[in-house]
């Protein structure tokens, strides 16, 4: 009636028609111990739990390396395209007709040609003049008219002009093109009491270090004038884009994160001071992402804003991040 066995995961068998054999053979004292073994065994029976212990993971909210990689990559952007700017400036300069001949020796380790008419490449080959940045690849510019007549434009194409730092090894490559429009007329190398004032346009494909490609747009106004006798510029967003205002460039950042970089205050600096060259002095950015960054430019190592003609240590930045932590962050140039 009860023949069966039962067969624990440690491979022990209890014969149940047996037990009852011993069970009469052997009286009631017999049939306690058999039963209390018959328990025992079946207490070792029970099933082995072989579900993983649970682990524990460490969640962080340390955002900070992207935050500031997110600052450090529209700075480096926006100051070489910047210094794509100044080359063609330069190759222009004092030149009505835009010829090689009259720009051959105002760009640092360049090769320029003249290639149609109001147009020039300048190929590079080597470091810029402050030694800081190995540059390949070329710019064309096209001008169509005389550079310092109000409304004229001048359009530089970006082919494979790839930026190494020196000290870092790290690089940048552009593509795409900028239209910059000399708003009021005027030549920089002209200036006095005057302001000359640069519209730029731009839609850049860009080529980070990490092999990241991502397309980005420019919107920016660069206002030239003398500052105690050096020549500074102040660099603003001069256009609404998605409800932000004064914004100088969006697009996504090499995390895929969309971005949008606004200028409360315009960003000031010197290009014609050696030992400031295009370190801004003063002036507040704010990136709209998924934290928003608040950068104030021109302070000194401990986040103070450095007197006026002193050439500062960085710039300090200021979020929140995802657990709700204040964060702050200072850079050096």
Same mark, same amino acid.
């Given at each position: 009636? %009860?023949?069966?066995?039962?067969?624990?995961?440690?491979?022990?068998?209890?014969?149940?028609?047996?037990?009852? &054999?011993?069970?009469?053979?052997?009286?009631?004292?017999?049939?306690?111990?058999?039963?209390?073994?018959?328990?025992?065994?079946?207490?070792?029976?029970?099933?082995?739990?072989?579900?993983?212990?649970?682990?524990?993971?460490?969640?962080?909210?340390?955002?900070?390396?992207?935050?500031?990689?997110?600052?450090?990559?529209?700075?480096? @952007?926006?100051?070489?395209?910047?210094?794509?700017?100044?080359?063609?400036?330069?190759?222009?300069?004092?030149?009505?007709?835009?010829?090689?001949?009259?720009?051959?020796?105002?760009?640092?380790?360049?090769?320029?040609?003249?290639?149609?008419?109001?147009?020039?490449?300048?190929?590079?080959?080597?470091?810029?003049?402050?030694?800081?940045?190995?540059?390949?690849?070329?710019?064309?510019?096209?001008?169509?008219?005389?550079?310092?007549?109000?409304?004229?434009?001048?359009?530089?194409?970006?082919?494979?002009?790839?930026?190494?730092?020196?000290?870092?090894?790290?690089?940048?490559? %552009?593509?795409?093109?900028?239209?910059?429009?000399?708003?009021?007329?005027?030549?920089?190398?002209?200036?006095?009491?005057?302001?000359?004032?640069? &519209?730029?346009?731009?839609?850049?494909?860009?080529? %980070?270090?990490?092999?990241?490609?991502?397309?980005?747009?420019?919107?920016?106004?660069?206002?030239?004038?003398?500052?105690?006798?050096?020549?500074?510029?102040?660099?603003?967003?001069?256009?609404? @884009?998605?409800?932000?205002?004064?914004?100088?460039?969006?697009?996504?950042?090499?995390?895929?994160?969309?971005?949008?970089?606004?200028? =409360?205050? =315009?960003?000031?600096?010197?290009?014609?001071?050696?030992?400031?060259?295009?370190? =801004?002095?003063?002036?507040?950015?704010? %990136?709209?992402?998924?934290?928003?960054?608040?950068?104030?430019?021109?302070?000194?190592?401990?986040?103070?804003?450095? =007197?006026?003609?002193?050439?500062?240590?960085?710039?300090?930045?200021?979020?929140?991040?995802?657990?709700?932590?204040?964060?702050?962050?200072?850079?050096?140039?």
């Amino acid at each position: 009636m %009860f023949n069966f066995s039962y067969t624990c995961i440690h491979n022990q068998t209890v014969n149940i028609t047996k037990l009852k &054999k011993k069970m009469k053979k052997k009286g009631m004292l017999k049939y306690f111990i058999v039963a209390a073994t018959m328990g025992i065994i079946y207490t070792g029976c029970k099933k082995k739990d072989t579900t993983p212990a649970a682990t524990t993971t460490t969640t962080t909210t340390d955002d900070t390396p992207q935050q500031e990689q997110s600052a450090a990559d529209q700075a480096t @952007v926006e100051n070489e395209t910047n210094n794509s700017i100044n080359d063609a400036n330069n190759a222009v300069s004092g030149s009505t007709s835009l010829r090689a001949a009259n720009a051959a020796s105002l760009v640092s380790n360049a090769r320029i040609d003249s290639i149609a008419k109001r147009q020039l490449r300048v190929t590079y080959f080597g470091k810029s003049s402050d030694s800081l940045r190995i540059r390949s690849g070329s710019i064309t510019i096209q001008l169509d008219t005389a550079w310092h007549i109000s409304g004229a434009v001048l359009t530089i194409t970006f082919s494979n002009y790839k930026v190494t730092n020196v000290g870092t090894g790290k690089s940048i490559t %552009f593509n795409g093109t900028h239209v910059i429009t000399n708003v009021n007329g005027g030549a920089i190398a002209n200036i006095t009491t005057n302001t000359v004032v640069h &519209k730029i346009r731009g839609n850049i494909s860009i080529t %980070f270090d990490d092999g990241t490609v991502r397309s980005w747009s420019i919107a920016r106004k660069r206002s030239y004038y003398l500052t105690s006798s050096q020549l500074t510029e102040s660099l603003t967003g001069d256009t609404t @884009v998605n409800t932000y205002s004064n914004v100088t460039m969006w697009g996504t950042n090499r995390a895929g994160e969309t971005f949008y970089v606004s200028t =409360p205050s =315009p960003v000031v600096d010197y290009i014609a001071n050696s030992n400031c060259l295009l370190k =801004p002095i003063s002036g507040q950015r704010i %990136f709209y992402l998924t934290h928003n960054i608040t950068a104030t430019y021109g302070v000194d190592a401990s986040g103070n804003a450095e =007197p006026a003609g002193t050439c500062p240590y960085g710039y300090m930045l200021n979020w929140t991040n995802a657990s709700g932590t204040a964060k702050q962050a200072i850079l050096s140039y």
